[in-house]
Protein backbone atom coordinates (compact mmCIF):
# COMPACT_ATOMS: atom_id res chain seq x y z
CA UNK A 1 0.00 0.00 0.00
CA UNK A 2 1.51 3.59 -0.65
CA UNK A 3 1.71 5.33 1.65
CA UNK A 4 0.48 8.40 -0.12
CA UNK A 5 -2.93 7.72 -2.05
CA UNK A 6 -4.31 10.33 -4.66
CA UNK A 7 -8.06 9.44 -5.98
CA UNK A 8 -9.27 10.20 -8.86
CA UNK A 9 -6.28 9.42 -11.42
CA UNK A 10 -7.89 10.93 -13.72
CA UNK A 11 -10.38 13.31 -14.32
CA UNK A 12 -11.88 14.89 -16.74
CA UNK A 13 -14.38 18.08 -15.78
CA UNK A 14 -16.07 20.87 -18.20
CA UNK A 15 -15.05 24.64 -17.97
CA UNK A 16 -16.50 26.14 -15.08
CA UNK A 17 -17.06 22.65 -12.85
CA UNK A 18 -16.30 22.50 -9.37
CA UNK A 19 -13.72 20.23 -8.90
CA UNK A 20 -12.06 17.98 -6.20
CA UNK A 21 -8.75 15.90 -5.69
CA UNK A 22 -8.47 13.72 -2.39
CA UNK A 23 -5.32 12.70 -0.99
CA UNK A 24 -4.92 10.07 2.11
CA UNK A 25 -1.97 9.52 4.08
CA UNK A 26 -0.80 6.66 6.14
CA UNK A 27 1.91 8.52 8.20
CA UNK A 28 1.96 11.26 10.60
CA UNK A 29 3.08 14.44 9.22
CA UNK A 30 3.78 17.77 10.14
CA UNK A 31 3.13 19.18 6.70
CA UNK A 32 1.27 18.15 3.55
CA UNK A 33 2.10 20.07 -0.45
CA UNK A 34 0.00 20.84 -3.06
CA UNK A 35 2.15 21.12 -6.19
CA UNK A 36 0.90 21.36 -9.80
CA UNK A 37 2.53 19.73 -12.90
CA UNK A 38 2.12 21.38 -16.07
CA UNK A 39 2.00 19.22 -19.53
CA UNK A 40 5.53 20.81 -20.64
CA UNK A 41 6.93 19.16 -17.08
CA UNK A 42 7.07 22.74 -15.11
CA UNK A 43 6.78 22.02 -11.58
CA UNK A 44 4.57 24.84 -9.10
CA UNK A 45 4.07 24.53 -5.84
CA UNK A 46 0.30 25.70 -4.70
CA UNK A 47 0.31 25.25 -0.73
CA UNK A 48 1.86 23.57 2.00
CA UNK A 49 -0.41 23.31 5.12
CA UNK A 50 -0.27 21.56 8.66
CA UNK A 51 -3.67 22.36 9.19
CA UNK A 52 -7.27 23.96 8.41
CA UNK A 53 -7.56 25.31 5.19
CA UNK A 54 -5.62 27.51 2.85
CA UNK A 55 -7.21 29.69 -0.26
CA UNK A 56 -5.71 31.14 -3.15
CA UNK A 57 -7.84 32.48 -6.06
CA UNK A 58 -9.93 29.77 -7.18
CA UNK A 59 -7.82 26.82 -5.43
CA UNK A 60 -8.98 26.10 -1.75
CA UNK A 61 -6.72 23.32 -0.18
CA UNK A 62 -8.07 22.08 3.34
CA UNK A 63 -6.35 19.52 5.42
CA UNK A 64 -7.98 17.04 8.49
CA UNK A 65 -5.36 15.86 10.59
CA UNK A 66 -7.07 13.19 12.81
CA UNK A 67 -8.47 11.67 9.33
CA UNK A 68 -4.80 11.87 7.35
CA UNK A 69 -6.87 13.45 4.63
CA UNK A 70 -6.57 16.12 2.41
CA UNK A 71 -8.52 17.89 -0.26
CA UNK A 72 -7.74 20.83 -3.27
CA UNK A 73 -10.62 22.42 -4.55
CA UNK A 74 -10.78 24.16 -7.93
CA UNK A 75 -13.94 26.73 -8.21
CA UNK A 76 -15.16 27.86 -11.78
CA UNK A 77 -12.67 24.99 -13.67
CA UNK A 78 -10.95 26.12 -16.41
CA UNK A 79 -9.20 24.51 -19.41
CA UNK A 80 -5.69 26.54 -18.25
CA UNK A 81 -6.33 23.82 -14.89
CA UNK A 82 -5.48 20.83 -16.86
CA UNK A 83 -2.18 19.79 -15.24
CA UNK A 84 -1.13 16.85 -13.08
CA UNK A 85 -1.79 17.44 -9.51
CA UNK A 86 0.44 15.78 -6.73
CA UNK A 87 0.04 15.48 -3.19
CA UNK A 88 3.29 15.17 -1.07
CA UNK A 89 3.72 15.00 2.95
CA UNK A 90 6.37 15.78 5.16
CA UNK A 91 6.18 12.75 7.81
CA UNK A 92 7.21 13.44 11.70
CA UNK A 93 10.85 13.22 11.85
CA UNK A 94 11.95 14.09 8.67
CA UNK A 95 13.79 16.93 7.23
CA UNK A 96 11.66 19.56 5.51
CA UNK A 97 13.03 18.09 1.81
CA UNK A 98 11.95 14.57 2.60
CA UNK A 99 8.68 14.10 1.42
CA UNK A 100 6.57 11.52 -0.01
CA UNK A 101 4.80 12.37 -2.79
CA UNK A 102 1.51 10.76 -4.08
CA UNK A 103 1.40 9.46 -8.12
CA UNK A 104 -0.75 12.43 -9.14
CA UNK A 105 -3.86 13.09 -10.17
CA UNK A 106 -4.70 13.88 -14.05
CA UNK A 107 -7.14 16.48 -14.43
CA UNK A 108 -8.29 17.53 -18.03
CA UNK A 109 -11.00 20.35 -18.05
CA UNK A 110 -12.87 20.78 -21.64
CA UNK A 111 -14.03 23.96 -22.68
CA UNK B 1 18.24 34.99 -11.11
CA UNK B 2 14.52 35.60 -11.13
CA UNK B 3 14.34 31.30 -10.94
CA UNK B 4 15.78 28.00 -10.09
CA UNK B 5 17.84 27.51 -12.76
CA UNK B 6 18.95 24.19 -14.03
CA UNK B 7 21.57 22.82 -16.58
CA UNK B 8 21.53 21.20 -19.11
CA UNK B 9 18.42 21.14 -19.41
CA UNK B 10 18.97 17.44 -21.73
CA UNK B 11 21.71 15.40 -20.98
CA UNK B 12 22.02 11.91 -22.89
CA UNK B 13 25.25 9.73 -21.80
CA UNK B 14 26.33 6.14 -22.27
CA UNK B 15 25.99 3.82 -19.79
CA UNK B 16 28.92 3.73 -17.01
CA UNK B 17 29.94 7.08 -17.88
CA UNK B 18 29.60 10.09 -15.20
CA UNK B 19 27.48 13.36 -15.40
CA UNK B 20 26.90 15.79 -13.51
CA UNK B 21 23.77 18.25 -12.74
CA UNK B 22 23.56 21.72 -12.13
CA UNK B 23 21.20 23.92 -10.01
CA UNK B 24 21.14 27.14 -9.17
CA UNK B 25 18.81 28.31 -6.27
CA UNK B 26 16.85 31.37 -6.13
CA UNK B 27 18.92 33.77 -4.43
CA UNK B 28 18.87 34.50 -0.66
CA UNK B 29 17.04 31.03 -0.43
CA UNK B 30 18.50 28.83 2.24
CA UNK B 31 17.21 25.11 1.18
CA UNK B 32 17.90 23.51 -1.80
CA UNK B 33 16.45 20.03 -2.60
CA UNK B 34 17.30 16.96 -5.61
CA UNK B 35 14.40 15.11 -6.71
CA UNK B 36 13.92 12.75 -9.54
CA UNK B 37 10.69 11.50 -11.64
CA UNK B 38 11.19 8.48 -13.52
CA UNK B 39 8.98 7.83 -16.47
CA UNK B 40 5.88 7.16 -15.62
CA UNK B 41 6.34 7.01 -11.66
CA UNK B 42 5.75 9.22 -9.19
CA UNK B 43 8.31 12.01 -7.56
CA UNK B 44 11.10 10.89 -5.73
CA UNK B 45 13.72 12.63 -2.80
CA UNK B 46 16.87 12.55 -3.31
CA UNK B 47 18.80 15.31 -1.07
CA UNK B 48 18.22 17.99 0.88
CA UNK B 49 20.36 21.21 2.41
CA UNK B 50 19.90 23.43 4.52
CA UNK B 51 22.21 26.28 5.16
CA UNK B 52 25.30 24.86 7.13
CA UNK B 53 23.50 21.97 8.26
CA UNK B 54 24.82 18.49 7.08
CA UNK B 55 22.65 17.28 4.44
CA UNK B 56 20.05 14.62 4.08
CA UNK B 57 21.29 12.26 2.21
CA UNK B 58 18.76 9.73 2.79
CA UNK B 59 17.16 9.39 -0.53
CA UNK B 60 19.86 8.95 -2.95
CA UNK B 61 19.33 5.51 -3.99
CA UNK B 62 22.95 3.80 -4.19
CA UNK B 63 26.46 5.18 -3.58
CA UNK B 64 26.96 6.18 -7.06
CA UNK B 65 24.60 9.35 -6.36
CA UNK B 66 26.52 11.74 -4.26
CA UNK B 67 25.96 15.85 -4.48
CA UNK B 68 27.07 19.03 -2.77
CA UNK B 69 26.34 22.97 -2.25
CA UNK B 70 29.00 25.31 -2.50
CA UNK B 71 28.96 28.18 -0.51
CA UNK B 72 25.46 27.92 0.14
CA UNK B 73 24.22 28.34 -3.04
CA UNK B 74 25.35 26.40 -6.68
CA UNK B 75 24.55 22.51 -6.14
CA UNK B 76 26.01 19.99 -8.22
CA UNK B 77 24.30 16.56 -8.17
CA UNK B 78 26.53 13.78 -9.69
CA UNK B 79 26.24 10.25 -11.01
CA UNK B 80 28.63 7.96 -10.88
CA UNK B 81 29.06 4.88 -13.62
CA UNK B 82 25.49 5.27 -14.90
CA UNK B 83 23.30 2.89 -15.49
CA UNK B 84 19.82 2.41 -17.83
CA UNK B 85 17.61 2.58 -14.62
CA UNK B 86 19.48 6.06 -14.03
CA UNK B 87 17.47 7.76 -16.98
CA UNK B 88 14.86 10.48 -15.34
CA UNK B 89 14.26 14.16 -14.89
CA UNK B 90 16.24 15.24 -12.19
CA UNK B 91 14.74 18.57 -10.26
CA UNK B 92 15.93 20.84 -8.23
CA UNK B 93 14.02 23.21 -6.04
CA UNK B 94 14.85 25.77 -3.19
CA UNK B 95 13.57 27.55 -0.38
CA UNK B 96 13.74 29.94 2.36
CA UNK B 97 13.31 28.25 5.24
CA UNK B 98 10.52 29.76 8.30
CA UNK B 99 10.59 28.56 11.25
CA UNK B 100 10.68 24.79 11.29
CA UNK B 101 7.65 24.37 9.31
CA UNK B 102 9.29 25.37 6.33
CA UNK B 103 8.19 27.34 3.01
CA UNK B 104 6.48 26.74 -0.26
CA UNK B 105 9.46 25.45 -2.53
CA UNK B 106 10.54 27.08 -5.59
CA UNK B 107 11.19 24.43 -9.02
CA UNK B 108 13.47 23.95 -11.75
CA UNK B 109 12.94 23.06 -15.24
CA UNK B 110 14.93 19.79 -14.31
CA UNK B 111 17.17 18.01 -15.99
CA UNK B 112 15.80 15.44 -18.48
CA UNK B 113 18.76 12.27 -18.01
CA UNK B 114 18.51 9.65 -20.62
CA UNK B 115 21.31 7.23 -20.20
CA UNK B 116 22.04 4.41 -23.81
Known amino acids: KNEVEQSPQNLTAQEGEFITINCSYSVGISALHWLQQHPGGGIVSLFMLSSGKKKHGRLIATINIQEKHSSLHITASHPRDSAVYICAVRPYGGSQGNLIFGKGTKLSVKP | GAGVSQSPSNKVTEKGKDVELRCDPI?????LYWYRQSLGQGLEFLIYFQGNSAPDKSGLPSDRFSAERTGGSVSTLTIQRTQQEDSAVYLCASSFERGVWGNIQYFGAGTRLSVL
Open chain 2, 27 to 31: SGHTA
